[in-house]
């Protein structure tokens, strides 16, 4: 994911969900949920890790209450459990749910930065951009997936795009998305683009590599 004004991520996979015809042979289906889940001592962050890379697990629910807190040290806390949890989040999908420690600004953290979820789909300047902060989700059906990533650029300028494809070298699909600009209501008004974009047309129950 990225341009070539921002950096393109490096390179990602993920398995799509199944359909009707591939259920019955993709059992056990394997998913880890947890909640609670803090940056400062996030001990579960390397076990759940080594799962995703070993591909052991098929999807991640974590219900609720996420950094201790996505919008602490306005938002700089958020950025460096998303950060942590990349290893994760950009190679399973990482499913959602609000917990109470998401209400700050009105959700709005929690918002902006799970933008990709099926249900939320309808100031700090750095000199160079860089992506970071890649996580996927399943769409609302088999054949769509979804990524979001951070630039810390605002207003944006670079954009939303991904590549992808069935093999490592071959990443010969692209799809371009939308990004939004989001400010902290900190006393540092720090700004961040968050970016959206969809891998459409995927097989179910298949792995997918992106950048």
């Not at 001592?41 to 591909?55: L, P």
């Not at 930065?113 to 000199?127: D, E, K, V």
């Amino acid at each position: 994911v990225g341009d070539e004004l921002s950096g393109i991520s490096t390179v990602f996979s993920f398995k799509t969900a199944p359909d009707a015809s591939t259920l019955a042979t993709s059992f056990p289906l394997r998913f880890a949920v947890y909640g609670d889940q803090g940056d400062f001592n996030g001990q579960t962050i390397t076990h759940i890790g080594a799962e995703a890379q070993q591909q052991t697990i098929d999807m991640v629910l974590h219900v609720g209450d996420f950094a201790y807190n996505l919008d602490s040290n306005q938002g700089v806390n958020g950025d460096n459990w998303f950060r942590d949890v990349e290893a994760v989040a950009a190679n399973v999908p990482y499913m959602v749910d609000p917990g109470n420690h998401e209400s700050a600004q009105n959700f709005n953290h929690y918002t902006m930065r799970f933008q990709n979820m099926p249900s939320n789909s309808g100031t700090l300047t750095f000199p160079v951009q860089h992506v970071e902060q890649v996580h996927v989700a399943f769409g609302a059906t088999p054949d769509i997936a979804t990524v979001q990533w951070v630039t810390m650029d605002s207003p944006c300028i670079t954009k939303s795009d991904v590549w992808y494809g069935k093999t490592p070298t071959k990443l010969d699909l692209k799809q371009s998305g939308y990004n939004i600009s989001f400010t902290d209501q900190g006393s540092d008004k720090r700004n961040a683009t968050y970016h959206v974009a969809s891998m459409t047309s995927l097989e179910a129950s298949t792995r997918y590599y992106y950048k």
